[in-house]
């Protein structure tokens, strides 16, 4: 009676399993799978972006770097956010190779040093203030592929970009403004401009020759 017992409770415990691996292995990951691909199709599948050609380019989620041959900043571009590898706007961000923070403390003589230089590169290429340059400018993102930055950011970039595309600056400063993007829910974080779907949109109302 106990053997008989027993075997009934492990045949149990099998059959649950079989249960409990078709309804949460099975069913509900292709539940979330649809759910996902009919209301947010774009998200769930990396909020991929296209080029004019209606080539994958890349994600909005993810920064890129607009560069020549030289590894340099191409002026007619907006530059994201440095990462632990860059200097400043002639030492481009978004290296993926060294994603991530660089965990460096506000007393590290290294970090004080990096944001200074990078304070200066700023307001040297774009020809302001040190005392202006925005926070966000000369600091990394906690992954450092972010494609935001600020619109104080966008703006001082701007006249860069109109100059290097010919452009009037009113069309560049409605370029940024067309892709902003506001807080959320209205009042959490701050505004954004997303670097990549902005360039990209340069480059297709504006197109310029390829440099580099």
């Given at each position: ?12 415990a099998v059959?649950a399993?079989?249960?409990f691996?078709?309804?949460?292995g099975?069913a509900?990951?292709?539940m979330?799978?649809g759910?996902?691909q009919?209301?947010?199709?774009n998200?769930?599948n ?5 080029d004019?050609?209606g ?13 020549d ?11 994201a956010?440095?990462?632990?590898a860059s200097g ?5 961000g978004?290296?993926?190779t060294?994603?991530g ?5 506000t ?19 774009y020809s302001i203030?040190?005392a202006?340059v925005?926070?966000?400018a000369?600091?990394a ?7 935001g930055?600020s619109?104080?950011?966008?703006d001082y ?19 940024i403004k ?8 209205g ?5 954004y ?6 360039n ?13």
């Amino acid at each position: 009676m106990k053997f008989g017992a027993a075997i009934r409770r492990h045949t149990a415990a099998v059959r649950a399993m079989v249960v409990f691996t078709i309804i949460l292995g099975i069913a509900y990951p292709l539940m979330v799978t649809g759910i996902a691909q009919l209301a947010f199709k774009n998200k769930a599948n990396g909020s991929l972006i296209t080029d004019a050609s209606g080539q994958v380019v890349g994600s909005s989620l993810l920064c890129q770097q607009y560069v020549d041959k030289n590894g340099d900043a191409l002026a007619q571009y907006f530059q994201a956010r440095p990462s632990n590898a860059s200097g400043g706007p002639t030492d481009p961000g978004c290296n993926y190779t060294l994603s991530g923070g660089g965990n460096r403390g506000t007393n590290d003589p290294t970090l004080k040093d990096t944001i200074r230089g990078r304070i200066d590169a700023y307001a040297k290429a774009y020809s302001i203030d040190p005392a202006k340059v925005p926070e966000d400018a000369v600091t990394a993102s906690g992954s450092g592929e972010d494609p935001g930055i600020s619109v104080e950011n966008a703006d001082y970039q701007a006249p860069s970009v109109a100059k290097a595309r010919n452009l009037d600056l009113s069309v560049v400063r409605k370029a940024i403004k067309e892709n902003t993007d506001g807080r959320n829910l209205g009042f959490l974080g701050e505004e954004y401009v997303n670097v990549v779907t902005l360039n990209l949109a340069l480059d297709k109302n504006h197109p310029v020759a390829a440099a580099g």
